[in-house]
């Protein structure tokens, strides 16, 4: 079977440099905006196409890492000091002498395939010239693209180690993206010896289009004659379309495209001919019900599967086991060592919010929706600002679960504070039901007073008042307390909206926050 194992990049797009390993089945990247979640997959689409009409359309200069390039423009700018791409994809044994070697930055014996993005040596004088001019003149037309395996053999055209599908569902109406999908199913249905036949085939029934279809226009002129373009850029490839039911898929929705593209990747009948699908965004376009049908079909895959996803469900519902995450630098974080219960609680979990959480830099996990909706207004109190403007993110979970985010906090080293209720006993239910989890980045926040064993008692304790007035006496059966115990969330949020600038929060709360916010 055909794996990758891992990628070392070397100055490629926002990564100076990047080492990243992968699962024999299924990768899922996940991460804020401009993390790199997508570069890894654009990476891997280079490598294994071994195309270099497909690195030159996108250019070598919006390649390379920024930094790397003004680092070397204000140095001494000697040739030999000019930075280099290298993408190193690392295979797992294929007993293919030509896969294996040396050929790569770590130096070690193995399979595997190499982008190397270098100077042209031939060029020197041109490149010593360009560099001497005093500007920011970086000489990236003398950039030369090669593909080679470990053992420095050269790869590309039709001579390629591994199949692969990238599907983009975030550019699905984008035309180039269509035109290069068209050509990878193309290129991955028909045989080598097929294609040179309809190459034939289809150059000549354009010449019997001249010939006899245009034949009466022609004799209708003069010198110059009506005919068809020639080459690679008009041949077979370039008109091909894919269509379901006789209807183009570009003439369909977005969401319809998105979904024919990935399933025709994941279709039976073709993943013999594929060892590798990537897929960026598949959530894009839709629907609630088509994501599940999507995730049902990707979960079941036998290929290795790489996905980029801002998608809670994607995340949750493929397994967090499967997860990488993506920070603002240094190499991404596996959640591969979460216990099975954990990761299946959140594959069974209906609503988890688990991306949230991954992504905030700082967290407040509390336990009700009566907490979580004064949560802001009580934020603002201690602090003076707003929550949602401070990097902090609140999070309601089921008190049963909150075990389950700390494993993954911990795992990342979050930063979040636990406010939940001491239900009658603080030492057994926040301290010692919490020692595993509790450190300098986790911490719980409970009343310590057993008689206060729940939010609802700690708030009206602390601002009775203003709930005697918001609950006027006489206007229910219950008393106020009573009343909020019962209807936690409408009675937090008819306080928010009546007095939410006057409450004060419990001591617990207050200690949480100016915590949190440190």
């Known amino acids: 079977m055909k794996i990758i194992k891992k990628m070392i990049l070397k100055n490629f797009k926002k990564f100076r440099s990047l080492e990243v390993c992968f699962d024999k089945r299924m990768n899922v990247f996940i991460g804020d905006n401009e993390t790199g979640k997508s570069t890894i997959l654009s990476a891997l689409d280079f490598v294994l196409s071994g195309s270099k009409s497909k690195v030159e359309k996108i250019g070598v200069e919006s390649l390379f890492n920024v ?88 790869y590309g055209g039709f001579r390629k180690y591994l199949k692969h599908l990238m599907i983009d569902s975030s550019q699905v109406n984008n035309e180039y993206a269509t035109r290069e999908y068209v050509r990878d199913i193309y290129a991955l249905t028909a045989k080598n010896e097929e294609k040179y036949k309809l190459k034939n085939e289809y150059r000549q029934s354009r010449r019997d289009f001249v010939a006899k279809s245009l034949e009466a226009l022609n004799s209708r002129l003069d010198k110059q004659k009506l005919g068809l373009r020639y080459g690679d850029r008009h041949g077979v490839e370039a008109d091909l379309i894919i269509t379901e039911n006789e209807i183009p898929i570009e003439s369909m929705g977005k969401g319809r495209q998105s979904f024919i593209k990935t399933e025709f990747a994941l279709n039976k009948k073709n993943e013999s001919e594929i060892d590798v699908i990537l897929l960026e965004e598949p959530e894009n376009h839709l629907s609630y019900i088509n994501m599940k049908k999507l995730i049902n079909r990707i979960s079941i895959t036998d290929k290795q599967l790489f996905v980029a996803t801002h998608s809670s469900l994607i995340v949750s519902r493929l397994g967090l086991n499967f997860v990488q995450v993506m920070p603002e630098s240094g190499n991404p974080v596996r959640l591969q060592s979460l216990t099975k219960d954990t990761y299946e609680f959140f594959i069974k979990v209906p609503d988890s919010n688990i991306l949230e959480f991954l992504l905030a830099p700082k967290l407040i996990l509390v336990e009700g929706s009566a907490e979580y909706i004064l949560m802001g207004a009580m934020y603002k109190r201690i602090t003076g600002s707003e929550i949602d403007d401070s990097g902090v993110h609140v999070i309601s979970v089921n008190g049963l679960s909150f075990k389950r985010y700390l494993e993954i906090g911990k795992l990342l080293g979050k930063k979040i504070a636990v406010i939940r209720d001491n239900d009658g006993n603080y030492d057994e239910n926040c301290v010692q039901n919490y020692a595993d989890y509790s450190s300098n980045s986790i911490k719980i926040f409970s009343d310590t007073d057993n008689n206060k064993m729940t939010f609802e008692i700690c708030f009206y304790q602390s601002n009775s008042s203003l709930c005697d007035e918001v609950f006027k006496s006489g206007r229910r059966k219950l008393t106020v307390q009573s009343h909020m115990l019962s209807n936690k969330a409408d009675a937090a949020l008819e306080i928010l909206l009546k007095k939410g600038n006057e409450i004060q929060t419990p001591v617990y709360i207050k200690e949480a926050i100016e915590w949190i916010k440190n």
């Open 67 to 154: 930094d790397v390039i003004k680092e070397f423009l204000g140095g001494d700018r000697k040739i030999e000091n000019l930075p280099e791409i290298i993408i190193d994809v690392y295979l797992s044994e294929q007993n293919n002498p030509d896969l294996n070697g040396k050929n790569n930055i770590s130096q070690e014996v193995s399979d595997g395939l190499r982008l190397h993005c270098l100077p042209l040596t031939d060029f020197h004088p041109q490149i010593r010239s360009a560099l001497s001019s005093g500007d920011d003149n970086f000489p990236f037309e003398y950039y030369a693209i090669k593909f080679l395996t470990f053992s420095a053999e050269p």
